[in-house]
């Protein structure tokens, strides 16, 4: 297994190698429809891990496999070394899922009492409220709030049992960029604790400032699994960004390009090899302007990594 890489330059002394949950070789199908094949993915204690795929790649049903809402139809799923639907693993396990919903005329502290009265120990709630930046709304009614502030009840309401093991389906949907940071600080400081999250969401800047391990699902299959770091490598391109009058023809022409696209003035392109590319262009367009070179980052590694794996399935 690939070791978890290092939060705010600390690794915590607190994090061990078990597993906290798994899914070994799972297969679930909805009729005809095969939404995971044979997947196996180990969940450790301490870390924090980004499920990433495309819009129907699985990510879903693997979470609600992993919270005992389903069973697969073959394969084991195992959380804290038990069957998911097992109440005391409930009782250690927190969710928030986009499709919550909760009463809309209760306040903000009267959800946080409820959901806390369901647990044996519940952490305090005004931990709750500070956690989740709800203090000074408190006293507010749900109805009455705004998107971003229904995602921070939602996240709240996740924590209220003080979870070991904390399920995240795109947290910070609504956020604004203060309250997205924020909300990252205080996952931060949950897995510092020793808690564990699986964290899905389709903000990849996300998953590469949380994450220290990236698992990358495409048609129900584990298509790339590693360090954000590790899964740029796996791309090894580079991108060039610039001003020129060379045709998009004959920039997919050149050698080691392997995407070009418009960018509102100026040209984009994806190359395994940025040197001699630029040689290219110098040498082509004498005006050339504006020249840029920048790694690959992990869009660009989501990207590539997916449409291969397309590739490669619509030649089976």
Known sequence: MIEAREQNGNCSSSRSESNVASLESVNKNYGPIRALRGVNLAIRAGEIV????????????????????????????????????????????????????????????????????YYQKPMPAQDVLAASGLEKIAGRKYAELSGGQKQRVLFALAICGDPDL?????????????????????????VDRGKTVLLTTHYLQEADALADRVVVINQGEIIAEGTPTEIKVQTSGKKIRCITRINLQTLHQLPGVTEVKEDREAIEIHTSDAERVVRELLARDERLSGLEVTSAGLEEAFLALTRDSARNGDSD
């Open 50 to 117: 980004a499920l990433l795929g495309p819009n129907g790649a699985g990510k879903t049903t693997a979470v609600k496999l992993l919270l005992g809402l389903m069973p697969p139809n073959r394969g084991k799923v195992r959380v804290f070394g038990a069957d998911p639907t097992n109440p005391e693993n409930r009782m250690r396990t927190g969710a928030m899922l986009q499709v919550g919903r909760v009463p809309e005329t209760l306040r903000v502290r009267e959800h946080v009492d409820l959901f806390s009265s």
């Open 166 to 190: 904390l399920f995240l389906d795109e947290p910070t949907v609504g956020l604004d960029v203060e309250a997205r940071r924020l909300l990252w600080d205080e996952i931060r400081a949950l």
